[in-house]
């Protein structure tokens, strides 16, 4: 009888003990969890910043080519260094949908495509590229990006290629 009575106050006792010590360990497997969601996010965050941060000068080599191309009364023939280095990162850092935009474009260009064609892919491209740096809703026209690269006095240009490769 004696011994019933101890092992009930035990287990008065030691239930309540267990019950603290495995709150106390669940407690302190919660704030680690958490405190590694956290980390893993701002990892997250930083990867995401870099990535966009190299689209951004990756996008800046291709719009810097584009506008010296539309400066030109004929296409250019194609820098082979620059196409190599831009090709390999556009291939890392680049959109599914620009760089199919990009191969299709390469494509056509090495099968003579008509330079008044070229520029209207161009602009399809700036658009895709818009896209990828944040815009995603972007209402914008090929001719509207084109206007922000390049000087007023080409203008009237541009809108002579749209209607040309339009019709």
């Known amino acids: 009888m004696n011994n019933l009575i101890i092992i009930e106050i035990l287990k008065i006792i030691v239930a309540p003990i267990v ?5 106390i360990f669940l407690r302190r497997y919660l704030r680690n969890r958490d405190q590694l969601i956290e980390e893993y996010q701002r990892h997250q965050k930083n990867l995401e910043l870099a990535v966009y941060s190299k689209r951004g000068d990756l996008y800046e080599m291709l719009i810097n080519f584009m506008t010296e191309t539309i400066k030109q009364d ?3 023939k194609l820098d082979t260094n620059f196409m190599a280095e831009f090709k390999s ?3 890392f850092y680049g959109s599914d949908e620009t760089l199919r935009k990009f191969i299709h474009i390469m494509e056509r260009y090495y099968n003579g495509i008509p330079y ?11 658009i895709l590229v818009r896209r990828d740096m944040g815009y995603p809703e972007t209402r914008l026209s090929p001719n509207e990006i084109w206007r922000c690269y390049i000087d007023i006095k080409d203008w009237k240009r541009i809108d002579k290629l749209y209607e040309i490769s339009e019709h």
Do not use: D, R, T, W
């Open 19 to 23: 019950i603290v010590v495995v709150a």
């Open 74 to 76: 004929n296409y250019q």
């Open 89 to 91: 990162k556009l291939a």
């Open 116 to 126: 008044e064609q070229l520029i209207k892919e161009y602009g399809e491209l700036f």
